[in-house]
């Protein structure tokens, strides 16, 4: 009987888990694998997010400071290398794009991405997945489409690195596959490295207090470990009087 309980949660687990992956509506989403503790990959990410992304998106509750003191950063690297819309040192991150003109020309306005790897479904593997599916679509006003965000308005940015995706079709028409043709100038390991970055900068955008917060939580462990071996040197030094 218990074991079937067991089985059964599990079951119920399995089928969560896949659907939450599947959310999306384009098949499973990929592992991202981001490590927002690895220093180099976020500075790798916010270079890159600054150099492709930031025309048009904003990250409206990032200031330019935070991600200095946060990634390591002097004042002077991140306004000379990460701030080109002449931005202060404090300021939110906002794009160069003003929305309207966004909404004008993409028809859809680039929404601010300050939470994005937080709010869709699947967390940082839907903004992964999704700058890994743009593929070529003629019928698109931007000649681009994306599995992960069916009829997207934005255009892959990035397809001089990765290359251009064209789909492969199934047997009833559906997207199969995609083939590069032609290559991008970054192998697809070296692509891969470059989304999980961007991906990596803007989780930890979407919470920057997570890098302090796992850092706390190794002491708060060690205190607890500290505290209970007190607690059972005080248990055995009372009890030896009972017994
Ligand atoms: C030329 C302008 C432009 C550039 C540059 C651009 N985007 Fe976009 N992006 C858009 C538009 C427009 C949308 C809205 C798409 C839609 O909903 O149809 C969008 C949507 C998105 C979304 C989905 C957001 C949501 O809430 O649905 C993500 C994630 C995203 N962009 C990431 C990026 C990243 C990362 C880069 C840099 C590699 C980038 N974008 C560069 C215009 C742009």
Not at 39 to 58: D, E, I, P, T, V
Not at 187 to 204: C, G, H, K, S, V
Not at 210 to 221: D, H, M, S, T
Request: hydrophobic content about 45%; some cysteine; overall charge neutral.
């Amino acid at each position: 009987m218990i074991k079937r309980l067991i089985a059964l949660a599990f079951a119920a687990a399995a089928t969560l888990c896949s659907s939450v992956a599947l959310a999306a509506g384009g098949g499973p989403l990929l592992d991202s694998q981001v490590n927002i503790n690895d220093k180099s990959s976020l500075q790798r990410g916010a270079a890159l997010f600054m150099s492709y992304c930031a025309g048009c998106h904003s990250l409206g509750y990032q200031r330019y400071s935070r991600t200095a003191k946060d990634l390591g950063l002097s004042e002077e690297q991140v306004m000379s290398y990460l701030n080109f819309t002449g931005a202060k040192f404090g300021e939110h991150m906002k794009a160069s794009m003003d929305p309207a003109d966004g909404a004008v020309w993409f028809g859809k306005a680039p929404p601010d991405l300050s939470l994005v790897a937080r709010a869709k479904p699947g967390g940082p593997n839907w903004t992964y997945t999704f700058l890994k599916s743009f593929y070529v679509d003629e019928t698109r006003p931007a000649g681009w489409n994306n599995t992960v965000l069916a009829g997207a308005s934005m255009p892959n940015v990035l397809w001089g690195l990765q290359g251009i995706q064209r789909p492969t079709y199934g047997e009833h028409g559906e997207i199969a596959g995609f083939e590069l043709a032609p290559a991008g100038s970054q192998t697809p390991e070296e692509f891969d490295r470059t989304i999980r970055d961007i991906t990596a900068f803007l989780t930890y955008v979407g919470e920057p207090a997570a890098l302090k917060r796992e850092a706390y939580g190794v002491w708060v462990i060690l205190f607890l470990a500290v505290f209970t071996f007190l607690a059972w040197l005080l248990k055995t030094e009372y009890w030896r009087d009972v017994h």
